[in-house]
């Protein structure tokens, strides 16, 4: 079995910044795409960021030019920096990654318990 776990999270001022971590524990064996989600206060759930594991990324208009994502492949590690942050953005904000177990080997997406981003103006 395989565990994300994401944290990071919090409250912070129109304009702050934050960066979310979300780390793969568990029978990892590679991870291919991993991406972060968030559910804003509409209820809706949105891509906000993707990477692929050659690096290449994908963004939601709404975060281009604010917002980052990379991973540490050493680590099973993805962040999402976050910057110039709008009350927008407040919502819970979920990793997944296609990961690739050791035993039994297939690949499964997972999903973190999502950390709460909170942007007051």
């Known amino acids: 079995q395989v565990q994300l776990v994401e944290s990071g999270g919090g409250l912070v001022q129109a304009g702050g910044s934050l960066r979310l971590s979300c780390a793969a524990s568990?029978?990892?064996?590679?991870?291919?795409?991993m991406a972060w989600y968030r559910r804003g206060t509409g209820g809706q759930r949105e891509l906000v960021a993707s990477i692929s594991s050659s690096g290449r990324t994908n963004f939601a208009d709404s975060v281009k030019g604010r917002f980052t994502i990379s991973r540490d492949d050493a680590k099973n590690t993805v962040y999402l920096q976050m910057n110039s942050l709008k009350p927008e953005d407040t919502g819970s904000y979920y990793c997944t990654a296609n990961i690739v177990q050791r035993w039994p080997l297939k690949a499964v997406n997972y999903w973190g318990q999502g950390t709460q981003v909170t942007v007051s103006s």
């Open positions: 568990g029978s990892v064996g590679s991870i291919n795409d």
